[in-house]
């Protein structure tokens, strides 16, 4: 049974830092791409950052410079190193991963506030 499991959320100051982590399990085929979303209610869940099984990577325009996505393939865990944060950086965030022939999941989501 496939299982993402989400960790790292919360509450932080305007300029902080958070890091989210992703760990997939239950998947017997190879992993092809983890990312992670933003939701706020109401509005549309949007991209924040992909990476490829080559570790090639892309980034909403909204985060660039600021949020770095990482994967370690041994643990298939994906992590999103948030620095800089903004107050409309709060969003719920989700972890999506892709694996080759059985598709796409989604975990349960993490809540990240930032105040101002």
């Known amino acids: 049974q496939v299982q993402l499991v989400e960790s790292g959320g919360g509450l932080v100051q305007a300029g902080g830092s958070l890091r989210l982590s992703c760990a997939a399990s239950g998947g017997i085929f190879k992993i092809a791409t983890m990312g992670w979303y933003r939701q706020v209610s109401g509005q549309q869940r949007e991209m924040v950052a992909l990476?490829?099984?080559?570790?090639?990577?892309h980034y909403a325009d909204s985060v660039k410079g600021r949020f770095t996505i990482s994967r370690d393939n041994a643990k298939n865990t994906v992590y999103l190193q948030m620095n800089s944060l903004k107050p409309e950086d709060t969003a719920v965030y989700y972890c999506?991963?892709?694996?080759?022939?059985?598709?796409?999941?989604w975990g349960q989501g993490t809540q990240v506030t930032v105040s101002s």
């Open positions: 999506n991963v892709v694996w080759l022939v059985i598709g796409s999941y």
């Open positions: 990476i490829t099984s080559g570790g090639g990577t």
